[in-house]
Every structure is written in C-alpha cells, then in structure tokens.
C-alpha cells in the first residue's frame, strides 16, 4: 500500500499542499477530482518524486521512505502516465519503451536491436497494441502513443519486486469514446498487478473507473467519496465551493451574429487524404463549430486555415482577400489567432515568463531598432493578468508552472491582445476543471461579443451545441449536415450523432 500522512509542499507565495492524507491500496484504482489550482498536480508530483514534500511523511508498505527524484521512484515500482506525453517523437517505440535502460540489451559496445524489439513486443502486449516496435513514435495517433506510454511504464514489472503504483494524468482527454473504454478495460485487467491513481477533469470518467474519489480544493482534500456513494454534481460542487452555474454555456449571452460581414470563406477546399470538398463561411460574431469523430477532419481544416497544412484544390479567402500563401506568419498577419489542442506544446512556451509568452506573436509592436520594450510587454501582461482572472503572482511567473487553466487563458490573451478577430480553438477546454470552462466559455462569449468570428472543435457534444450558432457535422473528410444553434432551437446529441457515424 501506498500512502502518504499530512503531506504539506510550500512554494513562494503559495501553500499547494496543507496535510494532506492519501492512500492506495494492492489493486485499487484511485480517482483523484479538483480545480485547475488545487494541488492535484503538486499531490502527484510528489507522490512520483518530481518534489520533495515539506512536512509528512510517505510510505510505501508501511515502510517511510524518501523520494528524491523520479528515477528512485520507479525504482520503487511508481510509474506515471504523463497527460502531454513524455515520449520522444523522432526515436522509435522501443527507444521509447526502453529509454535509459539500452544497457540490459547492449553487448561488446552494440545495441542488440532485435532483443530491444522482442523485449518491446512483450510490453506492447500487456496493453494489447499490436504495431511494429521499429516505427517512429511521430506516427502513431494520440491514442497509440497514450498505449505505448503505459506500455513503458509497465517496464517497471520486469525490474522492482511487489506491485506497482501508476499514475494516470488525464489519459483520456483526446481519445474518442471507444478508445477510452478500450483503456478502461487495460487498466482494470492490470489490476492484479497495479494500483491506479486517476486524474481527469471528466467526471463520469472517474465516477466510472475508480473505486474511491478522493476530493481536492485550495490544496486540502476536503471528501473521500467511495463508488456509487455521490453524484457528478455534488462532486464538482464541492471542488469550486458553489453550485455549478445553470446557464454553464452561458447561452443567454448568445446574439446573433453579424451575416452580412464575412471574415472567412472556404471554397472547394480538400486536402489529398484528409478533407474533402470543403465550403465554410465564418460571419463576424459568429461560433462556428466543427463537429465529429477523432480523425474526421476537423483539425486539419483548422490547421489549413492557419496556414499549416497547404490545400491540394479550393479557395480560401480571409476577409475578402485570397490566400495564395499558406503559413502560419501569413495567417497572424490576417488576424488569425489558433489555441492549439495541445497547448503545452504549441501553445505557450514553458520557461518563458507570463508577459514574454504574451507577447511573442506581435513582438513587431513591442521593439524599435531592435530594442525591445519590455515596460510596454508587463504592463500589457499585468492588464490581461487583471482582465482574465489569470492566477499568476506576477507578470514574471514561469507559464510552465501555471495551472492548464490559466496557461489557456495566457494563450488566449496572446491573441486578443494582438488583435486577432478570427479565432481557431481546438478542444480549448480539454483538461481544465469545471471552473476554468466556465471562464473559457465567458472568453468565447465576449470574444463574440467583440465582433470575432471562432471556429471551435469542441471538447464534447454538449459543448459544441451550447456554445455556437453554426454547427457543421464533419466525417469522413466531408461535410455532412449544417445545423443553425438559435437559443431555444438547438440541435440534440441526437441530431449530430446521425450524421457523425
């Protein structure tokens, strides 16, 4: 068994940890639910070893120990399963698998690469993923590399005695509905050989797969609900400290947008493989989302309008002017603004400060002569700090270490304070607790307030019906259906799932 007893972590300015008791038993699979902010990922991080706890102790079979670091906590049979992904893209599976430990298959100085594969077949079969151990990472779909991750750490089985504790990190927040249920039942089978703390922000998920929820809030964990013995609700009322709003889409705040003001036309546009025929017109104030199963082609007609991916055929047209040149410099210069899916990275740059991060697409407007002007950088930060709530202690806070929440909203503030009137969100709640949406979905509002036009992929159905005007069913590369969202006349998930699938 795991466990830890009045675990208290102390930063500058912020007290992330206040004894906390948590435990896992043999073959438990844990769920563990709060806020962007309140200490899930600190909890996490030293249960891995990643931090040094200030205060209490760990255990791991009644016996204390010391975690200094990750690698001493695999030794000890803690793996973790990381939300953004921990491999490497250019090496293959079995580099992966097997990064930091090639000397068991090295012989007189050589890589014995036919063992590394065999040996990487073996783990591979533990999570039932039948691929070449020899293909590049790069290639695989989010939710093989998600396999390959788990695949890695169950390494761990072949090198510590007992059994073992995996921590999941949001491992479902880009998988479609059968792939999440395929890694449901992976981990419940791997049960007789691990236990599971799970993290996710997807609260049927973990209402689902856990046997004990443990509750977190300002760094506290205020209720242990075991299985069967709560609701959704009364969970997430007791992570933000309120009820959860009604009006969670803030639908009354939907007007009509502007059909006479065109910001951007797609024509005929396809992509060899990818997109088919594709014609879209996004008005000003208008939330046009795109909707359908992973790999239908939402995100590579995202990507084409932002300029990463160049068209075989069609037109684009960004109000009123033709794109003949398809890079993402071009589309920032036309206003374009895109909130990536994976935002840690692509969209913020860890290491760099709140201000630094804000400013990096419009950093013309900031220099003269080559000089920046950094006073001109902080206070633009420090206002979109005041405006978006964004939980920062200053200008100069590492967007690294933010919570992903208010990493979203410093992506978001990069844009509008550039100016960007088109706006391209890809899943732009994924991972962030039931309060960070709620200030996302008010972004998205007043961003259509303001006259912006936002192309959305949505995190969920619910979402894409609650926050646009426009729908438009995507599958197979192919538009297949327009839905108009007034307020009062929305389309059901019903409606959408005909033409999905």
Known sequence: MYELKAVDKKFPGVHALKAVDFHVKRGEIVGLVGENGAGKSTLMKVIYGAY????????????????????????????????????????????????????????????????????????????????????????????????????KVLTLEERVQGDLVILLDEPTSVLAEDEVQMLFSIIRELTSRASFIFVSHRMDEVMELSDRIYVMKDGQVVDTVERGKSSPEAIQQKMVGRNVDKEY?????QKSFDASAELLKLEGVSLAGRIRDIALTLHRGEVLCLVGTEGSGREAILRTIYGMLTPTAGKVTIKGEAMDHFTARAAVERGIGYVPRERKIEGIVAGMNVYENMTLSQMGSYSKGGVLNVGAEKALARDWISRLAIKAHSEYADCGNLSGGNQQKVVLAKWRSGGSDIMLLDHPTRGLDIGAKEDVYEMIRDMSDDGAGVVLVADTLEEAIGLSHTILVIKDGEIQKRFACEPGAKPTLFDLLHYMI
């Not at 706890?53 to 906590?73: H, M, W, Y």
């Not at 889409?249 to 705040?253: A, K, N």
């Open 52 to 151: 040094l706890p200030d205060g209490g102790t760990v255990s791991i079979n009644g016996k204390p120990v010391r975690l200094q670091n990750p690698r001493q906590a695999m030794e000890m049979g803690i793996g973790m399963v990381f939300q953004e992904q921990s491999l490497i893209a250019n090496l293959t599976v079995m580099e992966n698998i097997f990064l930091g430990y090639e000397a068991q298959f090295v012989r007189f100085g050589v890589i014995n690469w036919k063992a590394m594969a065999d040996a990487a077949r073996k783990q591979l079969a533990k999570v039932k993923l039948d691929i070449d151990p020899a293909m590049v990472t790069s290639q695989l779909s989010f939710a093989q590399r998600q396999l390959v991750e788990l695949a």
């Open 249 to 253: 889409y803030r639908e009354h705040r």
